[in-house]
Each structure stands twice: as structure tokens, then as C-alpha cells.
């Protein structure tokens, strides 16, 4: 199966800092997703980036679809202490079609001291 | 999480029982996907069904692993003589198939065989 690299695996961070963490992947997605997932429960959608060079922000998240559609970037802003849980980068190799299952990375677990 | 329901939230087998899981979609969504996910690890597809069809069985084990999405219904996880291998979380997530890439997740269902 596809694989998908997500860095770090974890990061310890002081309230108000920004934050960054990427994904690669040895193939060429035509989508990329990033989410958010908090104990015992689903992740969250927060950011869908369709075009290879796309920026598109959500709040203080910002993330990047890169020009060569093998990787993304999420960014975060001043991080508060709710941003903490893990994330999730996800790439859809087709997009609207029936085959459109979606690979996700391993996980970035945030921390986010007070 | 949008909508998406799924039960049991927790599920205790013995090894050689049956696990039922079930996953009703956010209404008007008529294309579901089940997720597995083990401890510090992404989210793995498993299967990608539409109403009464399935569409994408390839990441479901071939052996004590089924899934359907019947006409009237929620979409059942069916895993048979459960082996401790077998204990994760299963999520499920719907579209509403346009935009398949925006999956919604629910809150899952953490299997625990004994």
C-alpha cells in the first residue's frame, strides 16, 4: 500500500508557539487532508487542499498542498492548550471517484504546555 | 463528529465470538468506509461500500471479516472467531459521494478481545 511519512512523531510546545509538521509520500496525490484527533473519538477534518501549490488557511492552521503533490504542510499558529491531540495528514491518490479511499500517516502527537 | 454514528462505542469478545459493529451514516450519505486503527498508528482502509454494493474490498482481511450496507439499515463491520490480533479501533466514515475525499468519521468502536 501507499505509504505516507509524517514528522514528528511528536512535539512538546509552551502555549503560544507555532507550530509545523509535513508529510511525504513516494506517490503523487491529487488530494491531501489534514485531521485532528482527540481521545477516544474520530478524526476531525481541518483543512482539504485540492491544487499542488494551494494554501488554504483554517483559523490560526495553515497548510500547503507542495508543488510536486508528494508532500503538505500544516501549520499552527499561536498554539493554545485545545490544540493538543494527534494529527493526521491523509492523501486520496483519485478524486470524486469510487476509488477514492484515503491513506493517512502515522500521527503527530501535540502537547501544548500552559 | 458530524453526524456519523456508530455501536457499540466499546465491544468485549472472547477469542472464537462474533463482533457486530455498526455504522450509521450522516443522513442524505450514501457512500460508507471503514477504518481500523491500531494504538499509535494511522488509520488503515478496509472497505468502501455504497448501498447494497460493495465497492473496494481490498483492504479487508479475506478470511472472518465481512461488511455490508444494506437498503434500510445501518452498515455492519461482521468479524468472526475474533483473535486478539483483532483488537483496535474501527471507525467508520461516510460521504456524500460527490466529494468523497471530505469524509466524515464517527466516534468508532474499540473491539478488546480477551
Known amino acids: 500500500g501507499q505509504q505516507l511519512n509524517q514528522s514528528p512523531q511528536s512535539m512538546f510546545i509552551q502555549e503560544g508557539e507555532d507550530v509545523s509538521m509535513n508529510c511525504t509520500s513516494s506517490s503523487i496525490f491529487n488530494t491531501w487532508l489534514w485531521y485532528k484527533q482527540e481521545p477516544g473519538e474520530g478524526p476531525v477534518l481541518l483543512i482539504a487542499?485540492?491544487?499542488?501549490?494551494e494554501l488554504t488557511s483554517n483559523g490560526r492552521l495553515t497548510a500547503q498542498f507542495g508543488i510536486t503533490r508528494k508532500d503538505s504542510f500544516l501549520n499552527i499558529s499561536a498554539s493554545i492548550p485545545s490544540d493538543v491531540g494527534i494529527y493526521f495528514c491523509?492523501?486520496?491518490?483519485?478524486?470524486?471517484?469510487?476509488?477514492?479511499?484515503?491513506?493517512f500517516g502515522r500521527g503527530t502527537q501535540l502537547t501544548v504546555w500552559p | 463528529n458530524a453526524g456519523v454514528m456508530q455501536n457499540p462505542r466499546h465491544l468485549v469478545r472472547r477469542r472464537g465470538q462474533e463482533a457486530r459493529l455498526r455504522c450509521s451514516p450522516m443522513k442524505g450519505h450514501s457512500h460508507v468506509y471503514w477504518y481500523r486503527q491500531l494504538p499509535e498508528e494511522g488509520l488503515k482502509f478496509m472497505v468502501y461500500?455504497?448501498?447494497?454494493?460493495?465497492?473496494?474490498e481490498s483492504g479487508m482481511p479475506k478470511e472472518r471479516f465481512s461488511a455490508e450496507f444494506p437498503k434500510e439499515g445501518p452498515s455492519i463491520l461482521r468479524i468472526q472467531q475474533v483473535v486478539r490480533g483483532d483488537s483496535a479501533a474501527y471507525f467508520c466514515?461516510?460521504?456524500?459521494?460527490?466529494?468523497?475525499?471530505?469524509?466524515?468519521f464517527g466516534s468508532g468502536t474499540q473491539l478488546s478481545v480477551l
Open positions: 466514515a461516510s460521504s456524500p459521494g460527490e466529494t468523497n475525499e471530505k469524509l466524515f
Open positions: 487542499l485540492y491544487k499542488a501549490g
Open positions: 491523509a492523501g486520496q491518490l483519485t478524486r470524486g471517484s469510487t476509488l477514492g479511499r484515503l491513506y
Open positions: 461500500l455504497q448501498k447494497e454494493n460493495i465497492i473496494d
